[in-house]
């Protein structure tokens, strides 16, 4: 008798399913150095409805020669897109922020620098309308160019990422390329110094 309660209380545990294997979700993915789960500065996450690397194929404009030791990157400004062909052929494009009226730039250059985790200087003219504007901005969330930067050859024009990432798909900038920070860390990644770059309206 008592072999056979213990066998009914054997199958009577083994049906209930046990409390003791369900699990809450994680959320412990901001212990690494006070930021964020892959997110080295906070405010940098894109909208949710954003998917952050889309990889759409021959949307490029035909009007960039492929250079084919370093692809080509194609800028519509009227379509805040960025084009970028590898050199083996395969096109990217990215959603981007452009220069606001009166300072916007075309034209053909190329990249001749890049930078991670960059400083950010504010020109003369612009500390000189804005005197409370630093002299040096340091990597961090409060930095306009996010956690990379692409420079292009006239020396202030860069590709870089943004602490305004709202601000991407609009007319902001002050004549430089914003990206979203998943983007911009991809192409940075693929970029090489030489690479032409058309502006184009």
Known sequence: MRLLAILVATLLLSAVPSDAQVYAPYDGYDDY?????????SPYLPPPIYEPRPRYRNLAPNRAPITRSTGSIVIVTGQHALYYTTPWGEQYVYPIAVGREGKQWYGTTRVVSKKEHPEWRPTSSMRQKNPKLP????PGPNNPLGTRAIYL?????????????????TNASSGCFRMYRQDVEELYEMVQPGTQVIVHR
């Open 135 to 138: 002299a040096v901005v340091k």
């Open 33 to 41: 150095g006070g930021y964020g789960y892959d997110e080295p500065y």
């Open 153 to 169: 050859a006239d020396g202030l024009l860069r590709i870089h990422g943004t602490n305004d990432p709202s601000s991407i798909g």
